[in-house]
């Protein structure tokens, strides 16, 4: 069974800095998708970026961001460690959300990357809070 556990939320001022972590656990294949979505109570589930893992003849890393978040987040994967990250820099008050990591083992990411029901694990969230 794959587990997902995110951290590093908080509280920052606008324009601050904040790294988020999701711990993986389980058994994991070689070609994956995995993904930071944020969700403001009230609003649908939001796409971040999504980072594709596999071999080389299929894209080897490739990442995906959201135009809301491009420039000032970078997601990344560290397999040594099995922990995927998302780097936010320049944060803004609406960046204010719960945050949550996901992955699709069966597959790369592909044109559906944006897509909430094309991950099956889930971690529990963790929050971010921008104040201005």
């Known amino acids: 069974q794959v587990r997902l556990v995110e951290s590093g939320g908080g509280s920052v001022q606008a324009g601050g800095s904040l790294r988020l972590s999701c711990a993986v656990s389980g058994q994991i294949y070689s070609r994956t998708c995995w993904a930071w979505f944020r969700q403001v109570a009230g609003k649908e589930r939001e796409i971040i970026a999504s980072i594709s893992v596999g071999p080389l003849y299929v894209g080897g890393i490739v990442e995906y961001y959201a135009d809301s978040v491009k420039g000032r987040f970078t997601i990344s994967r560290d397999n040594a460690d099995d922990t995927m990250y998302l780097e936010m820099n320049r944060l803004k008050p609406e960046d204010t959300a719960m945050y949550y990591c996901?992955?699709?083992?069966?597959?790369?990411?592909?044109?559906?990357?944006?897509?909430?029901?094309?991950?099956?694990?889930w971690g529990q969230g963790t929050q971010v809070t921008v104040s201005s």
């Open positions: 996901a992955s699709d083992l069966r597959r790369i990411c592909g044109d559906d990357w944006t897509n909430p029901s094309r991950y099956n694990y």
